[in-house]
């Protein structure tokens, strides 16, 4: 079914390739996965004959990725974003669509805030995004047993972290997709049941353009195809279709 081959990417990093036509999309992984997380979407994608790169991240263990240990919400992360665009465009591609899972929601909206020149880049798709760290944080913190104030005073002393500083976030920067306008059309897909990310502010998503939502009913987090693939697969065709009108 899966016919693809691996390339190498500019700092070595391994990505999947499926080729196909110059619409390209480029399947963003979360923290702590692998590419095989985008597989039920590439899955999913492959009726429209679309060329599909799955990128590893530099904290992806050797050889797909470069063994740090760190994610860097998104300052290094959407820097692999862009050199990814920029292997499509130099292979043809005329649109690119970012496919994002998890944390992969943060990396995106980092790329888009720092490279709004990209004019190949025309839409995104996110499954079960990270939306608020801080949120995050506290729902974890209660799922493992502890006081949900314990999260915040975690988020508290990463948003101090010198760390973020030397990235260049400043405190109001940490990073958030709440009340971040993607400008683009976006295709949202999420459960309130989620259980690993906080969909708290799950409403607070907006896109300037047009945003199509998809929920799904008592499911996990990253596994909205398993728990119902026939309105997985509809939600992408109807946001495919409409990208054409």
């Not at 399947?27 to 095989?36: D, F, T």
Request: aromatic share 10%.
């Amino acid at each position: 079914m899966f016919n693809y081959e691996t390339v190498e990417l500019h700092n070595r990093t391994k990505a999947w390739l499926f080729q196909g036509n110059t619409t390209w999309v480029i399947h963003v992984h979360g923290r702590k996965a692998a590419k095989a997380e985008t597989l039920r979407g590439i899955q999913a994608l492959l009726p429209f004959g679309f060329t599909q790169l799955s990128i590893s991240h530099e904290s992806d263990p050797i050889p797909e990725g470069l063994g740090y240990p760190r994610s860097y919400f998104g300052v290094k992360e959407s820097i692999q974003i862009a050199n990814a665009v920029s292997f499509a465009e130099s292979r043809g591609a005329i649109r690119v669509i970012l496919y994002g899972w998890s944390l992969a929601g943060l990396f995106i909206k980092e790329y888009l805030a720092n490279n709004q020149s990209s004019a190949s880049v025309s839409a995104v798709i996110l499954d079960s995004p990270l939306i608020d760290l801080k949120e995050t944080l506290e729902l974890q913190s209660l799922n493992a047993g502890l006081d949900e104030q314990f999260g915040s005073d975690v988020y508290e002393a990463l948003s101090r972290s010198k760390l973020l500083k030397i990235l260049g976030f400043a405190r109001s920067r940490v990073p958030t997709l709440k009340e971040f306008s993607f400008n683009m059309p976006l295709l949202l897909m999420y459960s309130r049941t989620d259980g690993y990310v906080s969909m708290k502010s799950i409403d607070s998503i907006s896109s300037a353009k047009l945003l199509t939502r998809v929920e799904f009913n008592d499911s996990r987090h990253c596994r909205l195809f398993n728990s119902d693939p026939e309105k997985y697969r509809a939600g992408l065709v109807a946001f495919m279709n409409s990208l054409e009108t």
